[in-house]
């Protein structure tokens, strides 16, 4: 076959695109092959003109790919859908591994019909050559579901309410391949108000849990205050009973063929939003129904008129780009009004996989189905799901948002009638608040003009789904412009490249060449095309716009992997979790230097290993025998001079864990009694528990100058009490300090405490409102000072640590606006005392740290588009 690869590498992409990359519209088609780092099938082959089997299109399309130029093998694919737009025929596929599922892998093959003549355009995606995975679990799923709900459910108050169900096998891309258990995690966000529901999936051989993914598609945040709804007088497409009642049943659309194919909206009746997590519609929830065609008051009150006619907006938008229904089948379209959250307001909306869920609204806002943008945003999250269907964390996640922004402002504007340069035809939810001009009621703005390497917010994918909606508008900002320029005729480009080009992993590059290779395909003019390119410049998603992200710190590892655990840090050696190329998806421990040199694999034990601690001279991290499922707490020189030995073992889960010498103590559960105690070994004796009783749990252990504190916690009739304890390592002898005097009727709580040579520092809240000062003592207990004082100016602290003269505080900032303004931040302050000071300038997360000596930090800091371990040696003082 004649074929000249053409590896347009990173280079002479960003050169083409300066030029810009974009030929004349009638240049005859040039083959031409994209790579993809990490396997061999292509990430895109384009320009073909090769003729191909008539008949079945999966079929033919297999046929296409046997070809060895793309090196995989048909049979591992499995057809997903067929898409036909016009003369364009698009098959998608998913890839098996020995039968699994792999994780976001799809590849797709594109085909020109003419006649009765078909021939292939192009082909690609992600297909991944390189995988070498045993099918063979180790780890339980009851295990795996235990450790999925212990290690990614970060914050306690939710991982209290969270059930973990253990689910299937399957393969996630990273290395060679990972064998997973999928564990669906499901659970209840007191402080966000709404139901917590995750895909999380854990190492199958490991026992490492690896991600989680938010299965719901929320609407909100939003804020606003208010008074009555739009009052727009609209259609319903209702359904008479034999009763002669109306219900909101429409069967008027081309989707209906006699059994399926619907709009149905039902009333909740203010039933909580807990009951309507699983795929479909709980049995005895009864459609929307009145007496008569009007529907009244109370259904535009409970959100079901709005919702029923957005749905019905939404087909009819869809059905003019050639789709039928959300899943392109005609499937029934679900919505849901009228939910509550423990019997208050659900002032939220969400696409649950199968359906969608409204609030009822509230004293401020309306039901969320009265933003048809809102809507049809929510139901885009429908279309993504059964076409490109990204994966809903970091740029695919954003992607994902911005795709259904982009829709969701598209369908708005069309049935309203809204030119797209009206200023507020580019914001979303602006229709939601009661009493809020539209701009300041507006979650979001797609004429932002956001840029990647100025304004992309790294975070980890603890928070917003690593920045889903953070860093939406970068990309949706791209299509948004040229919608501007283009008119509403770019749709029809956007829609083909979300569902014949689009994977679930693309980043902001892969969907940047999506857009572009459908605007060629779908002949747009070579002056149309130079406006889509000039877009997706101005908003900087170009190649390597990561390396154009400025941080003011230094960089000591590149890529951390996991961003769970805080680095350990003490002098000059540090350790942290990460991979490595050659581990297979469980993390080992690396160590290094900060003043230079690579970084060293410490652990040996061939497992998954994590939550390092370390005092210079020795590491100690948490191991897990994962068939016998015991964890072991393992300890080796940092200098690699002895093999790794174990330390203690036990069935039950390792908090943290503290070295020094040949001490170590750890925070871990006790098997014999369900208790989380404070464990102290000394050399070779066994280990002893130092919070001995029932109702006593120790916690968050710190050592340093041969003094161990610890957090010990006392529960008693309904509270509990908790202070920092002091014991001499030499002497046994323990000092309890004073529990801090509480200002309100709860006792004060106390966490995260730092021993130094002079003091210990630690974090309390006098009154449990979340906000919380630092405190310090002298080490016999005594001198109990304030460095930073508790009140109603206090900040929410999230993580402390300590040199001999200043304290480092994580800090989460209250408001809830997704902005750089609300990212976890790091702060200093002297020993004692005086105000916070912001440490780095950097733009992205800086959750987790530990302190070296002086000003000295070390973190992960998610600026960069990635997490890195990073460092400075002292406080930026003004940002
Ligand atoms: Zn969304």
Known sequence: MSWRPFVLTATALSLALAVPGVAAADDPPQP??????????????????????????????????????????????????????????????AQRYRNLPVFGAQYLVRFRKDGTGREVTGAGGRFLTELDVDPTPTVTPALAARLARSRLVRDERIRDTIKATPGELLVVPRGKGVLAWHVTLTGADAAKKRPVLLDAYVDAHSGQPLFAVDRLRFAGPATGSGKTAHGKDVPLNAFQRADNAYEL???????????????????????????????????????????????????????????????????????????????????TMYSVVNVTYYGGPFENAFWDGTKMVYGGGGADLHSFAAGLDVVGHEMTHGVITHSADLVYLGQSG???????????????????GIPTSDPDAS?????????????????????????????????????????????????????????????????????????EYMTPLDDFGDGRRAVESAARAAGLSTRDRIAVAQ???????????????????????????????????????????????????????????????????????????????????????????????????RSRPLDASAPSTVVHESTGYVYAAAVSGDT??????????????????????????????????????????????YIRVTFASGSSHSTPVVRDLATGTEVVVPEVPPTGVLPSLSIYPAVTAKHVVWLYDANRDGRMGVMRVALDGTGQTPVVADG??????????????????????????LENVNL?????????????ERYSCNRGEQSLFAAGTGGRVLWLDGTAGDTDLVTRDRPAHRC
Request: hydrophobic content about 35%.
């Open 664 to 709: 170590v103590a750890w925070s871990g559960e006790d098997p014999a009694t369900g208790e989380v105690e404070m464990w102290l070994k000394r050399g070779n004796a066994a280990p002893v528990i130092l919070t001995e009783g029932k109702g006593v749990a120790g916690y968050m252990p710190s050592i340093s100058g041969g003094r161990l504190v």
């Open 32 to 93: 031409q092959v994209e790579s993809r780092a990490g396997t061999l099938a292509p990430a895109e082959v384009s320009g073909l003109a090769e003729p191909a089997a008539a008949g079945d299109p999966v079929a033919a399309a297999k046929t296409h790919l046997a070809d060895p130029r793309y090196h995989l093998d048909p049979a591992d694919l499995v057809p997903l859908t067929t898409v036909v737009n016009g003369q364009d025929e698009t098959v998608r596929f």
């Open 792 to 817: 109603p100016q206090a900040p929410h602290p999230t993580w402390l640590d300590a040199s001999e003269s200043r304290v480092t505080v994580g800090v989460q900032p209250e408001g809830t606006t």
């Open 824 to 836: 976890p931040k790091i702060y200093q302050v002297p020993v004692t005392g005086g105000a916070l």
């Open 249 to 331: 049943r429409d069967r008027a659309r081309p989707m209906w063929n006699g059994t399926t194919g619907e709009i149905l909206t039902y009333d909740a009746a203010g039933a909580d939003v807990q009951d309507f997590l699983n795929p479909g519609i709980p049995a005895g929830t009864e459609l929307a129904e009145s007496p008569t065609p009007a529907f009244g008051a109370e259904h535009t009150e409970s959100g079901a008129v709005d919702g029923h006619w957005g749905a019905g907006k939404v087909y009819e938008y869809y059905k003019a780009l050639g789709r039928d229904g959300l899943d392109g089948k005609g499937g």
């Open 398 to 416: 954003a992607m994902n948002e911005g795709l259904a922004d982009y829709f969701g402002n598209a369908i708005q504007t069309g049935a309203l």
């Open 427 to 499: 914001l979303l939810g602006e229709d939601l608040c009661k009493n809020l001009p539209p701009a300041q009621c507006a979650i979001r703005d797609l004429d932002d003009d956001r840029n990647a390497a100025k304004d992309y917010l790294g975070v980890t994918t603890a928070l917003d789904s690593g920045g889903v909606h953070l860093n939406s508008t970068i990309f949706s900002g791209a299509l948004w412009d040229a919608r501007e320029k283009l008119g509403t005729g770019f749709d029809k480009v956007v829609y083909k490249a979300l569902t």
């Open 535 to 633: 877009a997706f410049d101005r908003h900087g998603i170009r190649p390597g716009w990561e390396r154009l992200i400025r941080i003011d710190s230094r960089v000591v590892l590149d890529g951390l992997t996991d961003a769970i655990d805080p680095p350990a840090l003490a002098g000059d050696r540090y350790a942290v979790t990460n991979n490595t190329p050659d581990t297979n998806g469980s993390t080992v421990i690396q160590t290094g230097r900060l003043s230079g040199g690579r970084a060293t694999t410490l652990s040996d034990d061939g497992r998954w290993d994590w939550t390092p601690a370390t005092d210079g001279r020795r590491a100690v991290w948490v191991s897990l025998d994962p068939a016998a499922g015991v964890f072991q707490i």
